[in-house]
């Protein structure tokens, strides 16, 4: 893709998953908060096995993990805007963004070869 590619669209997209994702950790956390929590003498007890694990924690540890994930989409989805595409030649990328570029662009080649061998069947 050339420098000129316009990403609006792309953009739009990112921004429309966030404003989704943000109303979806609403209802997380709002369910979330309905759960009696255990006090944190009792988590210590559970994680040291002298107290066994309850429903509640269970679900409020399942509810933490998956808040703590769409915040961490939220975020980076908000960092894909127009002004950060025509400056992205500025950006210096760690290890876990060049390893993402690389799973998804050796995923897309996987699929685009099961196409291929699919269609020659």
Same mark, same amino acid.
């Given at each position: 893709?050339?420098d000129?590619?316009?990403?609006?669209?792309?953009v739009?997209? *990112?921004?429309?998953?966030v404003?989704?994702?943000?109303?979806?950790?609403e209802i997380?956390?709002?369910?979330?908060?309905?759960?009696?929590?255990?006090?944190?003498?009792?988590?210590?007890?559970?994680?040291?096995g002298?107290r066994?694990?309850?429903?509640?924690?269970?679900?409020?540890?399942?509810?933490?993990?998956?808040?703590?994930?769409?915040?961490?989409?939220?975020? =980076?989805?908000? *960092?894909? =805007?127009?002004?950060?595409l025509?400056?992205?030649?500025?950006?210096?990328?760690? =290890?876990?963004?060049?390893?993402?570029?690389?799973?998804?662009?050796?995923?897309?080649?996987?699929?685009?070869?099961?196409?291929r061998q699919?269609?020659?069947?």
């Open positions: 893709m050339s000129s590619q316009d990403f609006s669209e792309v739009r997209a *990112a921004e429309e998953v404003q989704m994702l943000e109303a979806a950790l997380l956390e709002a369910a979330q908060a309905t759960i009696p929590a255990p006090t944190l003498r009792e988590v210590a007890e559970i994680r040291l002298k066994p694990l309850t429903q509640e924690a269970f679900l409020i540890g399942s509810f933490q993990r998956v808040i703590l994930g769409a915040e961490n989409v939220v975020s =980076d989805l908000r *960092a894909i =805007d127009l002004e950060a025509r400056n992205v030649h500025e950006l210096t990328l760690g =290890d876990l963004e060049l390893n993402a570029i690389e799973q998804a662009v050796t995923e897309r080649a996987q699929k685009g070869e099961k196409t699919g269609e020659g069947e």
